[in-house]
Each structure stands twice: as C-alpha cells, then as structure tokens.
C-alpha cells in the first residue's frame, strides 16, 4: 500500500520531511509551498505523525472501517450452512432468511458455492494403460469441413472465402493403448458400412505391424452399435468395450490424439484446400508414428515403443 499512484504530490519520504521541517520551526504555510500542497495537507500528515508516529505516516487501506449493511458474521454463517449441508438454492435461501436475492447471491459466490455443482467433490482422475500392444484400441470420428479455398484462419478475413456446400469429410481413428501407434482414414461419411470397413483395414494394418487386437473401444455412436460392426467384432473374437453416456473422457485417448491430429495436421498448415490437407494426412501420420516423442511413454515413438513391448511380452 506504500506505493502511491504516479499523480501523488507525497510519498512517505516526502511526509516524513514535512514533519522534520515542521518539527524545525518552519510554518505549514511554507512547508505547503515548499511541497506543493495545501496547508491543511501538511496538517494532516501532521496530526497523524503525532497521533501514531512514522509508522502512521504510511498509506492506508482504502476500504471504510465499518459498513452499516454489512450482514452479521453468525448470518452469513447461517447462509452458507443452509448452501452446503441442505443444498438450498440461492432464492429458497433468501425467502427464508428476509434477504435480499443479490445479498444471498454476493455471499454464495464469494465463498466458492455460487453453483450447486461446487458442493460436489472433484471427481478423482482415474488414469489407465494398458501394459501389451493391442490389448485395447481406440475408435472415434471426427467431423472436417471440406474446402477448395483457403478459410478465415488462413485469409484472416470472411469476405470472399466462403466454401458453401463444399460438404465434409469424416476422419476415422484408431490408436492403440499401450504404445499410441495410430491409424486414420478420412471417408466420405460415418455410417455403419463405412465405419465397419474402416475397423477391418485398422485391424489389418495393426496385424501387419505386429499387433494383434483383443479390444476396441467406442463411444455409443449408431454406427459403432450397428449389428454389422457387432457381427465383424464377434466373428474375429474381440470384445467391443463402449463408453460411459456423455463421459467422452472414457475414451480419453482418441479424444486426445484428435487434439493433436487437428493441431497439428488439419489445421498445422496453410492448405489451399480439403483435398490437399487429406494428402498431406499419410505424411503426418507417418511422422507421429515414427518421429514424433511422446511424453506418456517416456519419450519413445510410438514405433518403438511397439518394438520394445513385443520384445518384453514375447
């Protein structure tokens, strides 16, 4: 609080000159003039020397002492009792008490329980991986604009850049548990037949590189609980493992790698259209694979994190 704003006349050096000067014989009047202040400021800073010494002479909070509406402590007690421990809303609250709403509402917020959900404990972070490659995979869709000329983000304008009914692509990963070794197709659209044909060539592609699927993962889209993606599921013996309802962190793996397939291959660089942006997929995907370190496998790629994994589990 000593430091005063760039306009002020005094600091606390300046204060504690007036009072030496002061205390020296010389006038308030030319001490004022000396300082450039009115009389009655050097007798301020006066009287509070005299009152309190120099440590008086230091700059005080800005907040009134008293405040007359001010609720009483056992009262806001009261207010918060009722929050937390029966749950009562914010206007139940002020009817039963006689406050106001918005009073109710400033102490409700100020105490960190504005919203009911607050009252409720975090809920623990439950972190999992799986120890063996293909022990489990990851599904999920994403849904791209297509465009034939570069957007807003690239142009940095929204006139003339529009791509109206250019339609859009779907992109279809897969990624294993273990060792983040991904695969991803961009197709035309996320129905059951397409989204059964893009399991089977995952699978396939996993095999080749020396994994073999026990489990896949899914959110509860109308494609993954098809029959036709049950049936291929059931004839190759892999068990289908859904996610919770509207917990899409159950399936936190895609949903992270897609953060990082839009970061920084869709949206990475300047394409001049959809169809050069899904050319340059193989290139990326070849990359983060092979090339780029993960932190959550210590620093390895994925490729080698498969290799020394199926050195381990052989």
Not at 214 to 220: A, G, K, L
Not at 241 to 248: D, E
Not at 249 to 265: S, V, Y
Not at 295 to 309: C, E, K
């Amino acid at each position: 609080m000593n430091n005063p704003h760039h306009g002020a006349r005094l600091t606390v050096h300046s204060r504690e000159q007036i009072v030496r000067r002061i205390s020296s014989g010389q006038s308030a009047s030319d001490v004022a003039e000396a300082f450039a202040v009115s009389v009655r400021t050097v007798r301020k800073w006066l009287a509070r020397f005299r009152a309190g010494g120099s440590a008086a002479l230091s700059n005080r909070a800005s907040a009134p002492a008293r405040v007359s509406a001010r609720l009483p402590e056992p009262l806001i007690a009261l207010v918060l009792h009722l929050r937390r421990s029966m749950r009562m809303t914010g206007a139940a609250i002020a009817h039963k008490l006689g406050l106001a709403r918005s009073t109710v509402s400033r102490w409700l917020k100020r105490a960190g329980v504005g919203r009911l959900s607050r009252l409720d404990p975090p809920e623990p972070v439950r972190r999992y991986q799986r120890e063996r490659p293909g022990e489990l995979i990851h599904l999920d869709i994403k849904k791209l604009g297509r465009f034939d000329r570069p957007g807003h983000r690239i142009t940095g304008t929204r006139t003339g850049c529009r791509n109206k009914g250019a339609g859009w692509d779907f992109v279809h990963v897969a990624i294993d548990d273990a060792t983040r070794l991904a695969y991803v197709e961009v197709l035309g659209d996320e129905r059951k037949a397409t989204t059964t044909g893009f399991l089977l060539r995952a699978l396939r592609w996993f095999r080749s590189q020396g994994i073999r699927v026990e489990r896949v993962m899914t959110d509860n889209g109308s494609a993954y609980r098809s029959g036709r993606f049950a049936t291929a599921l059931r004839l190759l013996k892999i068990r289908h493992i859904f996610t919770r309802p509207y917990t899409p962190k159950t399936n936190g793996k895609a949903e992270r790698f897609i953060q990082t397939l839009m970061c920084e291959w869709a949206y990475g660089l300047a394409y001049p259209s959809s169809q050069a942006r899904n050319a340059d997929l193989t290139r990326w995907l070849d990359w983060f694979n092979h090339a780029r370190p993960h932190s959550a496998i210590n620093g390895r790629t994925p490729a080698d994190h498969v290799n020394n994994l199926l050195r381990t589990h052989i």
